[in-house]
């Protein structure tokens, strides 16, 4: 194990689960970005900060893909406008 592993023993494996449950719950209420919130909770637990950022990208990485796939699967996409939004997004990304 290096210095920034997080280590849990006995009843503290409760604490990152009660957060993880919380700081989804308030995300999911206020309609926050993943990482307005999970990297705060992450640091807290002592999670060196690069790692919190990772897990942060990661995890906001999950959320998409399951909204996309709900979307997908009940035919809710505007195709125009997201192919639109795919050409100039395409371009900026080239471009910048």
């Known amino acids: 194990m290096v210095k920034s592993d ?3 023993k006995g009843s503290s494996k409760i604490t990152p689960l009660l957060m993880a449950f919380m700081s989804s719950m308030l995300g999911g209420i206020f309609g926050l970005g993943g990482g307005f919130i999970y990297n705060p909770v992450l640091i807290t637990l002592g999670v060196a900060p690069s790692v919190a950022a990772s897990t942060s990208m ?3 990485m999950c959320t ?7 979307l997908l ?4 996409i505007n195709w125009p406008y997201s192919l639109w939004l ?11």
Do not use: H
Request: with cysteine; hydrophobic share 45%; charged share 5%.
């Open 73 to 76: 699967i009940y035919d809710m």
């Open 64 to 70: 998409y893909t399951c909204s996309v796939s709900l």
């Open 6 to 8: 997080l280590s849990t």
């Open 58 to 60: 990661y995890m906001i």
């Open 86 to 96: 795919c050409i100039w997004c395409g371009a900026g990304v080239f471009l910048g």
